[in-house]
């Protein structure tokens, strides 16, 4: 044992990727037909949707303010899912810790785990308009025990392929970051780094790709060239975007919001617009407050809305981001505690997350992963006259299910790029 008392533990990586993608859409392209669903709206509780969203908010919110000033996206959904695929694995304090991070008190680990089961199904059978798709895979070093038990777990209720590789030869990387350019449509390519460390004995991954077009296009004719307001005294060029017409619109006097229903109706994404006064960081700090405006329904207006085009790529280590949410257990050598998982001592080494967005005239294509590395160790006001949205400075943008009112994607767009 070493001088400071400490068993050495190996390591898991969560690694999370994500993916959103603005572009056109066919019938033909997609496959989430209602009638294959498995499971009724009925059947989905509530407090899992409403545990989900407040942990994304908190996520958001921590990336956010420990980035100030730059973009921010992710997949809410991606790194609860991964970080569930782990939770029952997890014993004592740091399943504690990891129930409490992902918001699920008052829940059992099995309702949690069949509440994602049903929401899964909801979400992937949205509409025939609507491709969507969830995907989660474990990664096992070979040669290392594990315990059984929490592998069917994982292949039971999130329809886990578990996989056994030797990460010490160089097409383990590629294997998995293969699986990782599968399941997001080629959007993310990789998510692993070669060489795997010696003490990394699995890694948790989730994929989320979503691909779908907006219910009222916005005519590509009415784009026009414009100018966005980055920071005070900054701006840059921008194709603006236009749509005219009856939208769900909301306006308070500190922001205007929108919600832009995707072609089979069961998904929209919703964009804030703070008002200048007001900025972004007065509104988030509200928003994020505010579990309940996600959901809110909007009143029908008469308006235009006019939006940049946007092609973002990111990326963050989530380490520190998920230990000020409260889970530091899980990465600390002296206190994790995985013993559901493998009979060895076993840690979370790593946290990355990948996103990538590009919106335009047609629609939405979204894709996140997620990877997990162990190491042994109320209705608004309605709107009297017609309405003019320009987001032409920093805003909020979502993706959720209009249905679930879960949140797949949030961020703040400060920069937007082309």
């Known amino acids: 044992m070493p001088k400071s008392g400490v068993i050495m533990k190996k390591t898991m990586p969560l690694l999370l990727a994500a993916a959103l993608l603005c572009s056109a859409c066919t019938a033909a392209d997609a496959g989430g037909d209602v009638s294959l669903r498995k499971h009724a709206p009925a059947d989905l509780d509530a407090r899992i949707v409403q545990a989900d969203n407040a942990f994304g908010l908190k996520l958001h919110r921590t990336i956010a303010e420990q980035n100030p000033g730059s973009n921010v996206f992710v997949s809410p959904f991606s790194v609860s899912m991964a970080l569930s695929m782990v939770y029952h694995g997890a014993g004592g304090a740091t399943r504690e810790?990891?129930?409490?991070?992902?918001?699920?008190?008052?829940?059992s680990v099995d309702e949690w785990n069949r509440g994602h089961q049903a929401l899964?199904?909801?979400?992937?059978?949205?509409?025939?308009?609507?491709?969507?798709?969830?995907?989660?895979?474990i990664w096992a070093r070979k040669g290392v025990a594990f315990h059984e038990s929490f592998l069917q777990r994982n292949r039971d209720f999130y329809g886990a392929e578990v996989d056994t590789l030797d990460f010490a030869q160089d097409n383990a990387v590629r294997k998995i970051n293969q699986w990782v350019g599968k399941r997001t449509n080629g959007k993310i390519d990789s998510i692993v780094q070669g060489p795997i460390s010696s003490e990394t004995v699995?890694?948790?991954?989730?994929?989320?790709?979503?691909?779908?077009?907006?219910?009222?296009?916005?005519?590509?004719r009415d784009t026009k060239p414009g100018t966005f307001h980055v920071a005070a005294g900054q701006?840059?060029?921008?194709?603006?975007?236009?749509?005219t017409g009856r939208l769900d619109y909301a306006q308070?006097?500190?922001?205007?919001?929108?919600?832009?229903?995707y072609a089979d109706g069961k998904l929209a994404m919703v964009v804030v617009l703070p008002s200048e006064k007001a900025g972004l960081e007065k509104v988030q700090q509200k928003l994020w407050a505010d579990e309940a405006f996600w959901n809110k329904p909007f009143s029908s207006a008469s308006g235009t809305l006019k939006l940049p085009r946007l092609k973002l790529e990111l990326g963050y280590e989530l380490n520190d981001a998920l230990k000020a949410m409260g889970m530091s257990a899980a990465f600390d050598p002296a206190?994790?505690?995985?013993?559901?998982?493998?009979?060895?001592?076993v840690l979370i080494s790593e946290v990355k997350h990948k996103t990538f967005v590009e919106m335009n005239e047609q629609g939405t294509e979204a894709a996140a992963v997620s990877s997990v590395g162990v190491q042994v160790?109320?209705?608004?006001?309605?709107?009297?006259?017609?309405?003019?949205?320009?987001?032409?400075r920093p805003f909020l943008m979502a993706i959720q299910s209009t249905e679930t009112g879960s949140l797949l994607f949030l961020g703040s767009i400060v920069d937007p790029k082309e």
């Not at 989320?208 to 219910?215: L, R």
């Not at 701006?235 to 749509?243: E, Q, S, W």
């Open 335 to 345: 206190k994790a505690d995985f013993s559901g998982l493998s009979p060895k001592p």
């Open 252 to 261: 308070e006097p500190d922001y205007q919001a929108i919600r832009l229903p």
């Open 97 to 107: 810790q990891i129930g409490q991070t992902l918001q699920s008190q008052g829940l």
């Open 377 to 392: 160790t109320s209705a608004p006001a309605p709107v009297a006259k017609p309405f003019e949205m320009i987001v032409d």
């Open 202 to 220: 699995m890694y948790l991954l989730n994929a989320v790709y979503f691909k779908a077009q907006w219910q009222h296009p916005f005519p590509e």
């Open 235 to 243: 701006t840059k060029p921008v194709n603006l975007m236009a749509l």
């Open 120 to 137: 899964r199904d909801l979400l992937e059978h949205s509409g025939k308009e609507t491709q969507l798709s969830v995907a989660n895979s």
